[in-house]
Structures are given as C-alpha cells and as structure tokens.
C-alpha cells in the first residue's frame, strides 16, 4: 500500500522560513517525478514546482516562488522537500505533494494532471 506523507507545516510569521518534507512508502521511489501543489483559501490549487527522476527542477511564478522556494529529493529517505525562505502572508496554503510514474509529472510539461498518489495535504499559516 502507498503512504504519502507530508510533515513540517505550521504557523510562522512573516520572514520566518519552514520546510516541508513529503515522504513516500509502498513504492520505489526513484521511478516517480514528484510535485508540490498549493491551495490557498478560496482558491483553486496551483502548482509550486516539480522535480523530476534526475532531480532536475522547474518552479511556478518565476518572479514570486523560485527566490524564495527550493525543491529537493532524498532518494535515501524516499522523501521530497520544500525549503520555503522569506515566508509571505500570500505563501498561506494548504501544501499537497504529489507523485506521477514518469520521469517528469505530465502537469510539469503542461499536461493534465495524472499523478497516481498524493498526500493528505499540510497547512501552512504565514501571519504579518
């Protein structure tokens, strides 16, 4: 059976960093790209950034995550994380990971959403 399990969130100020792992049991983990999605109060989930089986990475919001944010694998430990620097009242969301059986998640490439496993979410709070 498959476990996705997502850890690390919580209520930080603004400024104030966290970083949240995603980690995964029940199947090998090195065949899976990975992604983590968010979705904020009242809005509909977007996606954070991707990595892929080489660990090679892809951010959303160039200008307002990629400074901020880092995706990260531990294929040891089967475990993704989200380093998040520079917290923003905005970055409030429910964090998901996500796991697709291809080298890279098909909505990293554009494509439909396609991801076989995904976590329970975790609730990040950034207050001002």
């Known amino acids: 059976q498959v476990q996705v399990l997502e850890t690390g969130g919580g209520l930080v100020q603004a400024g104030e960093s966290l970083r949240l792992s995603c980690t995964v049991s029940?199947?090998?983990?090195?065949?899976?790209?990975m992604m983590w999605l968010r979705q904020a109060p009242g809005k509909g989930r977007e996606g954070v950034a991707c990595i892929n089986t080489n660990q090679e990475t892809f951010y959303y919001g160039t200008k307002t995550v990629k400074p901020r944010f880092t995706i990260s694998l531990d294929n040891a430990k089967n475990t993704m994380y989200l380093q998040m620097n520079s917290l923003k009242p905005e970055d409030t969301a429910m964090y998901y990971c996500?796991?697709?059986?291809?080298?890279?998640?098909?909505?990293?490439?554009?494509?439909?959403?396609?991801?076989?496993?995904w976590g329970q979410g975790i609730l990040v709070t950034v207050s001002s």
């Open positions: 029940g199947l090998r983990f090195d065949d899976y790209g």
């Open positions: 996500a796991a697709e059986e291809a080298t890279i998640p098909s909505t990293c490439r554009g494509g439909t959403n396609q991801f076989e496993h």
